[in-house]
Each structure stands twice: as structure tokens, then as C-alpha cells.
């Protein structure tokens, strides 16, 4: 048994209504797949440099605690010219770990200019906990990371000296 119009009255139009139809198939929520390990890099801009025993070494600065809580993760070797320095002012006890970082590294740890200590071919950790550079922290302004074995190729030790330089923006 179906409904119909009352009535018999032709010149009335038809009531009846349409109603959509749509696809029973059910809608999936899209899967989100992991980024390559390349896009999890960050690469900030060279805005200092460092000479080590005269070598002037290009240096990323990573200012926010952000950036110098990544680091160099997931970045590629070092070129022997390039570095992070992370500078913390005030001074104050530091202490630095390898996580996810793939390519060791030499850490240099300074206060006001003098190298206070030196972590040499720090290595690479994937999961915790991770050994942590300088074993028991130390006081430091600056913080810089290069190559692994830099510092034991240009003879650095504890009470060098290296001077950091902060550089201009291009259009001052």
C-alpha cells in the first residue's frame, strides 16, 4: 500500500518529493603517514660565524629553546665549514645529548670565549636514555657543534680561545 493525492483534482501539481540519495559506501578518515625523516630537520640561518684556531667556521644560531631542543636532529654530516652554535645568556649549567642526531659530532662548550670544555666525536643515540655531553654538566654562554673530530684536527683544547661573531642582517 502506497500513499496517493486525495482528491482527484488534475490541475493541482504534484506534491511529491525528492528526497537525495547517497552512496552507502562509508567515508574513511585519511590516514596520516609519518614525515620523512628530511622534513623533521630544521636548518636555520647563518647568522654568526666562529674562528677556531683560524678557521672561521658559519654558524646557525638556534636562539629559541625550540630550536636548540632540535638541534641538528635528523640533519645530514656537517661540511667542515658549518656549525650550531646555541647561546644561553645568561650563563648557567648545560648539558647536551646525541638523540636522533645521525653523524656524531665535537660539542664546545664556552664561557666568555674560553673553551671550558670539549665533547669530541659525541655519538649518535635513538632511543633513551641517551649519554648526556659533558658527563655532569658545565657553566656555558655558548654552546657550539661541528664535525666529528674538527677540534682534534685543529688541536682545540680547554683555555683556547675562539671568538663568535654575530653578523648583520644583509640589508643594514
Known sequence: ???????????????????????STPTLAP???PKP????AQYLSITATATISGREIQLEVAN????QEKGLMFRPPLTDDRGM???????????????????????IFLLN???????RNATTCKSDPC????????????????????????GLKEGDRISVKFLLPKNQ
Open 37 to 40: 625523516v628530511s622534513e623533521l
Open 113 to 119: 670565549g674560553e673553551v671550558k670544555a670539549i665533547a
Open 85 to 107: 652554535l646555541f647561546p644561553f645568556i645568561p650563563a648557567r649549567p648545560v648539558a647536551f645529548w646525541m638523540k636522533n642526531t645521525p653523524s656524531p659530532l665535537d660539542i
Open 131 to 154: 649519554p648526556i655531553y659533558p658527563e655532569g654538566g658545565v657553566v656555558a654562554d655558548n654552546v657550539i657543534e661541528v664535525r666529528s673530530g674538527l677540534t682534534q684536527e685543529l
Open 31 to 33: 590516514q596520516t603517514k
Open 1 to 23: 500500500m502506497g500513499c496517493a493525492p486525495t482528491g482527484n483534482d488534475a490541475s493541482k501539481p504534484s506534491t511529491s518529493v525528492q528526497i537525495p540519495t547517497t552512496s
Open 64 to 67: 629559541s629553546p625550540a630550536e
